[in-house]
């Protein structure tokens, strides 16, 4: 089992930047893969950004990509969303998730076995 907890959250006006932090407890964080998925009211679940186990490899969706920048620290096991420049279409409520599968497509939410409860961002434009 992984538990993972986000904070960081919160109101900031077009333009700003928030940092997100998962903490993560439990089974060994380097063997998961980890990701960033937000959902905004009456949308589906959407894919932000994921990070692999070595902290090597990352991968953006086309909307965030040059904005948001996820890191992972493995002696605090802990992963990070940083985001710039946010506009009001980034307002949701984000959620960190860990992955133990390998070789899988990791910007799809069902390829994540441990969730964190979330945290809202809103966006005032």
């Known amino acids: 089992q992984v538990q993972l907890v986000e904070s960081g959250g919160g109101l900031v006006q077009a333009g700003g930047s928030l940092e997100l932090s998962c903490a993560a407890s439990?089974?060994?964080?380097?063997?998961?893969?980890m990701g960033w998925f937000r959902q905004a009211p009456g949308k589906e679940r959407e894919f932000v950004t994921t990070?692999?186990?070595?902290?090597?490899?990352?991968y953006y969706a086309d909307s965030v990509k040059g904005r948001f920048t996820i890191s992972r620290d493995k002696a605090k096991n802990t992963v990070y969303l940083q985001m710039n420049s946010l506009k009001a279409e980034d307002t949701a409520v984000y959620y960190c998730?860990?992955?133990?599968?390998?070789?899988?497509?990791?910007?799809?939410?069902?390829?994540?076995?441990?969730w964190g409860q979330g945290t809202q961002i809103t966006v005032s434009s």
């Open positions: 998730a860990a992955s133990e599968r390998v070789g899988v497509d990791y910007t799809i939410p069902d390829t994540y076995d441990y």
């Open positions: 990070i692999s186990r070595s902290g090597v490899s990352t």
């Open positions: 439990g089974r060994t964080f380097s063997s998961t893969h």
